[in-house]
């Protein structure tokens, strides 16, 4: 039996601290590639949101309890917002923050059920009424991406939820997966929609054969690569 504690892998060294610095700091400074992204971790589930520089294009990530305050505070307005799936946690200030900065939202068509009526979730955690939010343009991973998100590569990985979709972007090695893989451990299961098989075959047949070097940027905790949970992930050990 593999001991988890003494098998593990470390974490790389990549931004993580609530409001990264170093991030920030890149995020106008390096136009010519792909920075790092700008993290911000809020709301009762520590959820991240990530604010991504697309060549000028400040594309959002998610958009947690706290998140638009901070933009406010910084002065950033995102261009456009991705939903990376409907849990409450990951959209508690999208409707807010769409209308302020005026941006289009995209989000899979499995999850618009979430997004559109957030009542859903009071059976399972919703702390309170949330506004709902429409989408501009619902993306699955059969049709390209929107044009201002360059090279960007959809990838459909359900399981955790219905509608869970990860930003791939292979020119500077990214993925942004929402609650599907975590640094040691995987999305919940357990919810309605849920699926443990979905989940982690979804996980070995889209995000296992992205190049090992790829760095995940998860829905919660710390960004991780992929060799990293390929090796010692203990939920996807055959
Ligand atoms: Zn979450």
Redesign the pocket.
Known sequence: MRSAASEMTPLPKLPTSKFSRLAFATLFCEQSHMPDPLVFTGGL?S?NAYLLDLNGHLLAI?A?EGFLDFLRKKKLKPNSLLLT?G?W??IWDAADLAEWAGCPVYYHPDTAFLCTEPDSMLSFGLPQRLRPIQATQLLDDSSPPPSFWPNAQLLHVPG?CLGSLCLYLPNSGQLFG??VLFADGV?RWDLPGGSRELLLNGIREKIFTLPPSTIVYP??GPATTVDREKSSNLFLQT
């Open positions: 589930a959820t998610d947690p799936h849990h946690d990951h955790h929402g609650d999305g829905g919660h």
